[in-house]
């Protein structure tokens, strides 16, 4: 369906290579967030104190809003011809993002997301990088979410903070 | 904390074995749930055509539900005391559910769909007894995500039927 | 589709015949509650009067619920398998609830009603019986019915109080 | 109450035989629509396969279409000063609407909407005849009303027609 | 600017006249709504006691159905080329809808109110047969104006009724 | 029935002629609105032009919060023991909002709308003095109702204010 | 499909001659009020200047009227068993509701949409007097939208007018 | 207006001529929108059968977006200082989306809508591409827009393939 | 914290013995509010028959009104530097409004909350006049409450009227 | 009223014993929910601090949880055929929620929420047990109830435990 | 336009001089609105820390609010023929509220929003004052407003202990 | 905390410099914001007359979107990790938009409101270009807010055109 076509950019035929570049990026982003899914429904459950619950119920927010960009990027995966994987491929990597030895280590947990969102980032700002000129759409799509995953990142580089100036963290 | 309360049925220091085994069926429990999410979100995209559709729309309004369904079982785990699991205690199992060959090919994944219902309604059905005339608060829990199921299970079994009728599954 | 699974419970093959037990009572139920739709849209509007504007809200607001109840149990006739009947299989049976000679007779419209509650209760009080301890889910979907039939028939009974107490019924 | 006014239209005294004329045609419409519901949530239920699917979900949101419409009959007749009658006076005659041997026998459901949505449109095209400059009113309803039942006939039967040029009806 | 247009029904340049009869019979039309809305905001905050709550209720809800027949009455006042009268032009007729000597004396209300409704049926059953055949939008606009009013009439009448049967009216 | 309470200010039955004062005061105030309402929707509906329509939509919000003053004033008069008065005690006063000969002319109305504005605020300005210290409820409320009247003429005041510019008033 | 009924009016076979007719006069309204859209929507962007903000407002607001008329001309059709023409058959005929040279010029809309109301406004009552009798339906659905039509031609004639006065137009 | 501002990008005086590039490539993209209005009204209303079902719900829930596109390229001609052309201007060059012969002909639909949407991604590939560097805003509002035709077209490209698939295309 | 201050007022330091005063009367109210939510949830479920289900419904309403109370006073006595007191301090007073012997004796329900309400509005009355002058905010949100309970008592003595009447009270 | 049906469950003739057991069980229930309104208000309005804010918040929110349950267990206590105890029978139990010494000890008022949810928690649970087998109505709401109020005391242990692991409590 | 008038309060010509007192007034509560704002949108983003976040979203509500406040402070001033000030009268004032040199250092803030709220308890009390019999209606306002402030500065006081309490501030 | 990462684009280490020169741009934008929202609330209550009215009610939609805008400059300072300045740093600069001297004089606000929206466009115009490649998240934000001034600026542009042609202005 998609051949013959060389003045629609990015889903030209000629651009196939390029296009499975992205698609193989798209879907390990897809995982990042599907992983951070599974981890944040389960630190915004299992920290104790008054000070976590700030922490969880943010976490419990962020939930739907790692929902949907995993559900985008499965969107462009499928727009661009790509097939999107099924959860035999999926490997968990989150290893800092795992429930502490004690409940109340909330510093563990903010940590743990603050590496998340790094890896984020890292892996977004490429995608912008390799998108630049060839695939505009793409392009902009992961800049909305990396603007959302900075914002994310320095809320709980706030966080950390607190706990470094109370000698905790 | 949970200690010397003995008229607190399934939270009394007493019954710590049993429901140290609720906690375990709760766990497996909530990982079928976010699999299923993972599956629901993928086979929502990838499958083509008009009949398709039909089932998109399906699988992704039941992403949500099977999201709340993992919350559910993540909150008990943490009222009965026990510690819900991270992402790397997550081991892929419904191989049935991975994207077909062909994306055309609609009846693969309604049959995986009825794979992973059956594998919930039986682990459940099993919850369901273990937690009899000792946890009722459970039980009416799971009863209830048992009865979103077993009719989810029954709408795609209808659909299978019209398939095989066809002389196509 | 529903054979050679043991550990379902209710859904097993070797349960068919409780199965078919509970199906003919769910029928008899679901067109109970059909005839409870048509009744009430009867006597919702005849009443004449001040005191029967309070009955006739009462009822239309019913309307609705009964409806929900009758789609509840088709549901779950087609869940266990059976085939939900057609309208040529009515028969009315609600005589105390026909219209009476004058529409101002509303004792005759609140008897009317704690009958057809009084049978509702009895019939369902059976099946929740008849599914102790093999069909949890339709028990717990009974009971969330029984419940709303006897407050029902509570309200009236309290109507039908007053006009005994002024000597009118 | 409403004898002596001789200038209210169908209202009027002198109208009277007219107006009975009106109520019995009303009350005949009004178990049409009854009937209607009771098969609309049978059939709603009942089919099996991804193509009844999209005829389910059309019935189900007709259900309380159908119901309004019921209601807006016995308030006509209510207005008209005439009695609405109980469910002991209900008789079934939509043989064609029964639930059919095999449930994924879709076409059998399609042309029993059909032939209940014809004897519904000549029955209210009688009325708006009957009604025609003696009550603006009850015809006025019956034409909005009318409307609703060409529209719907009209899908069944853009239905019908693709399973005919499959050669399946 | 209305003249010259031949082809266009109730406002072509020749059927000045008869728009200038209709023009009246809207405003006396407007009028009589108004002096509604008066004495409904009047008669739904005198009456005293537990059933003339019921009654206030209905009146202080049809306060803004008045009020918007009014608002329709004039804006088809000014379609016809006819200006709005104002307050110096209103004369008071509602005699029957003053405030009663006994303010628990709610079979006046009842029988103003269907006095009012009964002067709203005939002066508009009035406009629908002027307009028959040469309006067909203000004919339309006034039937179901006209229903509201028999509606509300019959609801009144029904109050009437029960006050007659216990021999208070 | 309100006899008997000395400590009660306002409703104590020392009060009686106080209460009576006031009470005429509000049935005034009550036909200055229910006026005010009927030449609003007369003013909103007559007028022509682009700038004009911004006079017509404002006049138009206003005959809501106008009724509701209306609203308000009975609900006051019955719980000082008044009897709300009926349309037959209706005295049109209003003879600067009537309307105008030419329908453009739009400073016709604006000045028609300061003068009721005027009455208005004088009329409550005198409310306010006569309830000071002595019926703290109702000068609250009158207070507020006057503050919607001042932000209004003050609004019809700039309207004018452009006309004189012009040279138009 | 449609054969074979003789009690259905304007459905039935004998007249299909008059149904053709119909459906001709129902594709000349659904291009009509589909260039409408078209041109409503560039006189709602081009204008400048005060003034025509209201006017812009006014025709904004507009277009999803016009949008909904013409999808119910469209509806019309299909139920008449006629077929909905595609953009080819679309000649534009508003030569007056072309972009004026100079865009403070809003006189130049102001006519322009008069011309097309008044237009339309002679099309829908032609179409009002062929369905007299035949087809109540379609005539129902046409007086409505000539109300909606000729309430919009008054309004702008007022806006018309208030140039004139000023010597502009 | 528009002269003497050198530092403001596309609006300065120095970029006038690529500024009516831009504005003929937006007027054509303005009329290649209204024409794919018409004709998803057209095609959402003609087509019979379950499956087109869900082919003229996915068209008509277009129509809006489709105007809304338009809407926004008209405001853009108009930021830009350029006119919006009428309906004088139209010229209808979807041959490919007329109604097809037989109206349950669905893949002749399908195929329009993807000839539609692949000139519509061409044409604003070049918008993109023309803009890129000298006039971000404008470029950022058409990749946005882009982006919802490419997911558009994709959708039909996978219904295509089924019926392909069933070698029925 | 609330010290030196001496321009602000009822907070200045010099004001505190006046404030405890206030902060007396406030608790009191505080608890007048909490023991009337409790006699309206025991009041609104115990009666039975038609009239009382006006009663009841009215009383059902206030819930909400009262605890809202209860919730501005407490809010109000941590404003002024007070603590609100818990449980242990309230003792019930108010004897005339438990359940009577006859649960269809609705007028001993009446007179209980007239009862009721009049000694709130004699205590609010004196907060009123002790704050005048001294704390105008207190004052001011004493008389919006005070408002709400003459409104609310002068209903009930019109209820009350009713029964007296029929000399059943 | 309650006589003479034997095939009712709970509400037969013969197991009138039990049901007043049960009725005893549910007033106790009933006052304990609304003492624990009263000092939820009370407590969620002394307490200061920033971390005093998410646990006044927390209380806030149950207060109207806690109204509801109130208000379940005594709509269960009618339809049980008991009366619902007015304030004069309410005696104040917990001791340990009244308000501490200094405003800023939040750990006083979370060990106060834990006794308060402990105590309903084993009272809940003892009338799971006795309604086990003789009335599944109340046991079914019970449970949920249960439910809510484990929960929350979860909640406020993993509070208490941050200021433990802080060494302040 | 205001003169001449007599009778109408403050808006009468004789009280000019107390007139231009208060409008003088407003304006300065008008720019400490305003400066409020800009400080509450600064200290909402900067600060970090997981307590921090709690002020920060008090804080962030609290935009609003005050917004409000200056808008009706605006209203108020042009009501009572003054004219609002612009931006070149602003003079910064609130040196406290600035950023603190440490954003963790939430103590700063603390105190900096419990001056402001001082600053205008006391700037309002004495508008209070000097309406006092002479302006009810600013009064009424300005009252309201100050409740407002003073709730919120209690809010704040009681965060300041906290910090107190553990020897931090 | 922001060290030491290399490949996040604008938050790496070695971005620092040009980080800093954005947050300096990101400042004057946010004051600019800041005291359009002044100067808006002050010209959305001062102008007088009919046509002053529209640009009123522009304006005090704009006060919310320009709030907002200002909002999301202070986040993105946050972002990256600048410091939010306070209302000491503010220096009002729009003397344009002061108050004029004649409060009907409504072309000095519309003048004034372009010179706003035209340094804005100015200043957003160099952050686009400044941004360009180095900070996509940036320049994607004020792309989007420099669209909302360009419209913004268009249309008090064609207010302007209109006083011109008439010689106003």
Redesign the interface.
């Known amino acids: 369906?998609?051949t013959g076509?060389s003045?629609?950019?990015i889903?030209s035929e000629e651009m196939k290579q390029k296009r499975d570049e992205i698609i193989e990026l798209l879907k390990t982003a897809y995982f990042m967030e599907?992983?951070t899914?599974?981890?944040y429904?389960?630190?915004s459950?299992?920290?104790?104190?008054?000070?976590?619950?700030?922490?969880k119920e943010s976490l419990e927010e962020d939930?739907q809003e790692e929902?949907s960009h995993?559900?985008q990027f499965?969107?462009r995966?499928?727009?661009l011809y790509g097939?999107?994987?099924?959860?035999?491929?999926?490997e968990?990597e989150?290893?800092y993002?795992?429930?502490p030895q004690e409940?109340?280590d909330v510093v563990h947990v903010i940590k743990g997301v603050i590496e998340a969102e790094?890896g984020a980032?890292?892996h977004y700002?490429?995608i912008?990088e390799e998108t630049e000129g060839v695939d505009?759409?793409t392009?902009?799509?992961v800049?909305?979410i990396?603007?959302d995953e900075?914002?994310h990142r320095?809320l709980f580089?706030?966080?950390?903070?607190?706990?470094q100036?109370e000698g905790k963290a």
């Open positions: 369906m998609e076509r003045s629609e950019g889903l599907l992983e899914v599974i981890n429904v389960t630190n459950t299992n920290p104790d104190g008054v000070r976590a619950q700030e922490i939930i929902l995993a559900q499965a969107s995966i499928k727009e097939v999107v994987p099924g959860s035999m491929d999926f968990a989150q290893g993002l795992q429930p409940q109340v790094t980032i890292e700002t490429r912008v505009p759409v392009q902009d799509m800049i909305a990396l603007h900075q914002g320095r580089e706030g966080f950390l903070r607190e706990y100036a």
